[in-house]
């Protein structure tokens, strides 16, 4: 499993749907066992965290199972420049004029084509067409 808990999952810059999924059905099967391996606090926090991804698919929805991807908007400069050489559009090791392009404009515009989340108090990037 990707994240053990809930805390390991916040503020990551980039979050897997499919992870997500298997920590919340961990934390579910966690809060359906009658025992005490679970203190009330941590109950509660399973419970929230249960219902902060079940939030988050349903406002992104459809490619969810599949592996929808959520950048942290801190980190979206940087994806788009990964971006820009994983297809391509630049090799990565660019001289003058490539090397001057505004990866901070570059990141803006390419951010229209994707939905802003806010999860566990942190604000994603999510394609989810």
Request: hydrophobic share 40%; with cysteine.
């Amino acid at each position: 499993m990707q994240y053990a808990t809930i805390d390991d999952a916040r503020g990551e810059e980039r979050l897997d749907s499919r992870d997500l999924i298997e920590l919340r059905e961990y934390m579910r099967d966690a809060l359906e066992i009658e025992d005490d391996a679970l203190d009330p606090d941590e109950r509660d926090e399973f419970a929230a965290a249960i219902a902060a991804i079940d939030e988050l698919e349903n406002e992104t929805g459809g490619e969810w199972p599949y592996g929808a991807f959520f950048i942290l908007e801190s980190a979206f400069e940087d994806y788009a420049r990964e971006l820009a050489e994983e297809i391509g559009a630049i090799k990565g090791d660019e001289h003058w004029p490539f090397s001057c392009i505004d990866w901070e404009h570059a990141a803006s515009e390419l951010a229209m084509d994707y939905s802003s989340v806010t999860f566990l108090g942190c604000d994603y990037y999510v394609r989810t067409t």
